[in-house]
């Protein structure tokens, strides 16, 4: 039975927790609040995030750093062609003295959170393997199907500069991602504050002098996910984050609309929102600001538009625009 709304003192409690993780990630990765808020908004609802940015921009050390903050196992997954599905799934041995029993060995799946860097390096069969552990959160091996850990997520990278060599990912495997972050160069005084950290001891290829401190265990995220379902959405907000996405179906400048996968995904990152902001309900504000990570790597700009120079981004925003916003 579903629980009640959420009380102020339930509200402000799961809100400073929330923040104690984000200002965790504030102390080693600089110059990427925007980012680090989608990233920490996804981790409530335990939702997978594709991160593309140009090499050298922290999205290892962002992962590194949440593990550390939530006391959660962390692997590392360099996709490259030659990677096959055994290699992140795992595979059955023949037990000792070979009696005829096998005994299955986790992959790096078998993890909590996972980075899988360069992703779009890696062929169609390892990349359909991972496409079951983020949809069902279970890897199958020899007919055997293997649960994932509860707090399981995938961390995705994938560089836009460099194509040679890659796989374009699927339109199935793009939508299994609650969002797609950007992740640019630094200003020039958080490249600075980079500096010193590193002048102090900072290595990012040495997790103990990050400084990061653990601010809560694998049950306080349990319920702070919980909390997350307990944020009230008002019919009017239901309408508004349904007609968003829809837009996105029928606009000429769009050959690709969003799935009705992208409509739960924004609904349950605008509660996370709320609930960061230290809110029991929604605002019509909340899933407009999140709907360009939400939507920009589900649509697909025309062939013609794209010449011109015209983002994702700046197609979603122009669908926003042409939707009345209801009052809050």
Known sequence: MAEGPLTEDEVRAHAEQAHRVLAELRRVVLGQDAALREVVLCLLVRGHVLLEGPPGTAKTLLVRAMAQALGLKFRRIQFTPDLMPSDI?????????????????????????????????????????????????????????????????????????????????????????????LMGYPDAAAEQGLLARVLDGFDATEPDTYGVSQVMDAAGLAALRKAVGRVRVEPS????????????????????????????????????????????????????????????????????????????????????????????
């Open 89 to 181: 799934t795992g595979v059955s041995l023949l037990g000792p003295g070979g009696g005829g029993s096998f005994t299955f060995r986790p992959g790096p799946l078998a993890a909590d959170l996972i980075l899988g860097d360069e992703i779009n390096r890696a062929p169609a069969k390892t990349q359909a393997a991972l496409l079951e552990a983020m949809q069902e959160r279970s890897v199958t091996v020899d007919g055997i199907t293997h649960p994932l850990s509860q707090h399981f997520m995938v961390f995705a990278t994938q560089n836009p500069i460099e194509f040679e060599g890659t796989y374009p990912l699927p339109e199935a495997e793009l939508d299994r991602f609650l969002v797609k972050t």
């Open 237 to 328: 907000v239901v309408a508004y984050v349904t007609a968003l996405v829809r837009a996105t179906r029928s606009a000429p400048s769009l050959t690709l609309g969003a799935s009705p996968r992208a409509t739960v995904s924004l609904l349950k990152l605008a509660q996370a929102a709320a609930l960061l902001d230290g809110r029991a309900f929604v605002v019509p504000d909340d899933p407009k600001a999140l709907a360009a990570p939400v939507l920009r790597h589900r649509v697909m700009v025309a062939p013609e538009l794209e010449l011109e120079g015209v983002t994702p981004d700046e197609a979603v925003r122009g669908q926003i625009e042409r939707i009345e916003t209801p009052r809050a």
